[in-house]
């Protein structure tokens, strides 16, 4: 795996997934697997799982890790080309990307939606560029669209409790649209369609009319508008809120699609998961988060493995490009 930003960079996720499993059993196998090697983590926006667990599962492979606040300490980036750089943007991120590869052997970027423009942030222009003049791994720490690390997350989570449960047959997992206060982007909720849509899951979206997503991550997925028949039977719900696309980044008003105990006593005694930070009694009930069907502390918990496992992955990448060929070994001998 020579990139981390979709699920395409890997060939085969439930395999990663599997390897995500392994690393939950023995996480120190590969602790000295990034020895002498140095992760930079790059935030243009606040971030509290994904940078501990990410620095975290750095350090646990021996890695020296670097992090820059780019929002705050870095020069404001240009992503145009073939600009005149006359205004505010004081460097390119040409420069600024080949740079840091100079320094980093691995480079993640968390980047958010504005949620003005769906075709600017559609294109995550940032951490494409940055895969294109680093000249090093690129890890994605949540892009405008997609976030891999929470989804490699999720599914090694479900398939956890899966196998702890001994559910038999293919799980049903609905993703859930729940009420809030600001317009959050569609990233979460993309990504976990994009992953999920590559496992044998039986995935349910649901959703009150208006809060659709992009039909890039949509085709083949069963929708229901109706909360309560998607919820039936379900093992597995994921609560999250997101921003209309068809409407780009307008806040839905639908205060009962909140996540209550009552809902909850419909599925099939799921597990109930949730990507964090969540509004307490506006998203889910405290009744609901403080009970023990609540897996979202664990979840958060995984969010180091998954980010050791894509390392390793990566590290493994980086340790072929550093072997000499076989025309280089002929030399030498």
Sequence with gaps: MKHFITSADTDNVPQLVQKALDVKRNPRRYDQLGRYKTLGLLFFNPSLRTRLSTQKAAQNLGMSVMVMNFDKDGWQLETEEGIVMNGGNAEHVKEAAAVIGQYCDIVGLRTFARLQDAQAD???????????YAGIPVVSLESEIRHPLQSLTDLLTIEYHRAKASLSGRPKVVLSWAPHIKALPQAVANSFLEWTALMDYEVVLTHPKGAELSPEFTQGVTIE??????????????????????????????????????????????????????????????????????????QAGNRETAAQT????????????????????????
Excluded at 249 to 256: F, L, N, R, S, T
Aim: some cysteine; glycine content about 2%; aromatic content about 8%.
């Design 122 to 132: 559609y294109e995550e222009k940032i951490i494409h560029q940055f895969r294109q």
């Design 310 to 333: 894509v390392l390793i992955e990566l590290l493994k990448y980086l340790q072929t490009q550093d072997e000499p060929s076989d025309l280089a070994q002929s030399l030498i001998l």
């Design 225 to 298: 508008h109706d909360q309560q028949k998607a919820l039936q039977g379900a093992d597995f719900v994921y609560i999250k809120n997101w921003s209309s696309f068809s409407n780009y980044g307008q806040v839905i008003q639908a205060p009962d699609w909140k996540i209550t105990q009552e809902k909850m006593t419909l599925t099939n005694r799921a597990k109930l998961m949730h990507c964090l930070p969540v509004r307490r009694n506006l998203v889910i009930d405290d009744a609901v988060l403080d009970s023990a069907q609540s897996i979202v502390i664990e």
